[in-house]
């Protein structure tokens, strides 16, 4: 099975602040990484597809990148509304997929 | 639009079966372009891929679950539905359906979510 294991668990940050959270997969999945943003008592909201493909309606301010094993999700200024848990999901397997542990954006 | 909205009893007893239907408007599960799923998320926890199917009726289960679980479609309501069988306090979750993309295989539409909580 492939692991997923997001760094860090948790971060506190500020508006305006570029965020990086990253993702390791256990084994290479090529591009095959995707990520969501959930906020509290909503369902998860795809953000990036393919590892670097923006969801339609997705602000560019959101950005993916990586490959084979180790991937990133970058916020170049965070807002407000971006304070929420964010998730990797890979899919090299479709379909099959695991999601990483998370990562709780939180306001510094 | 793509609506996703799932349904079911929100309290199951331990060792009993839990069942849940999603119901699925503004496209049909009769589609070759996507799969559709089922996710868990434990409350505060992380999500869980439970399992998949495919129009063609081939259905995909997480290892971990898959003695347990059952995905099963109703083409004419346009819903597919989830079992659990043998469910404990382990198994309480928010479940949600989702529809996923048959390439990239991600979750692109997803129902609001319901709450199982199994206990006595």
């Known amino acids: 099975d492939i692991q997923m294991t997001q760094s860090p668990s948790s971060l506190s940050a500020s508006v305006g602040d570029r965020v990086t959270i990253t993702c390791r997969a256990s084994?290479?999945?090529?591009?095959?990484l995707n990520w969501y943003q959930q906020k509290p008592g909503k369902a998860p909201k795809l953000l990036i597809y393919g590892a670097s493909s923006l969801q339609s309606g997705v602000p560019s301010r959101f950005s993916g990148g990586g490959s084979g094993t180790e991937f990133t999700l970058t916020i170049s200024s965070l807002q407000p509304e971006d304070f929420a848990t964010y998730y990797c999901q890979e899919s090299y397997i479709t379909p099959r997929g695991t999601f990483g542990g998370g990562t709780k954006v939180e306001i510094k | 639009q793509m609506q996703l909205q799932e349904s079911g009893p929100g309290l199951v007893k331990p060792s009993e079966t839990l069942s849940l239907t999603c119901g699925v408007s503004?496209?049909?599960?009769?589609?070759?372009?996507?799969?559709w799923g089922w996710i868990r998320q434990p409350p505060g926890k992380g999500l869980e891929w439970i399992g998949t199917?495919?129009?063609?009726?081939?259905?995909y289960y997480n290892p971990s679950l898959k003695s347990r679980v059952t995905i099963s479609v109703d083409t004419s309501k346009n819903q597919f539905s989830l079992t659990l069988t043998s469910v404990t306090a382990a198994d309480t979750a928010i479940f949600y359906c989702a529809r996923q993309d048959l390439r990239r295989g991600y979750f692109d539409y997803w129902g609001q979510g319901t709450l199982v909580t199994v206990s006595s």
């Open positions: 084994q290479s999945i090529r591009s095959f």
């Open positions: 199917f495919y129009h063609t009726g081939d259905t």
């Open positions: 503004g496209g049909s599960i009769n589609t070759s372009s996507y799969y």
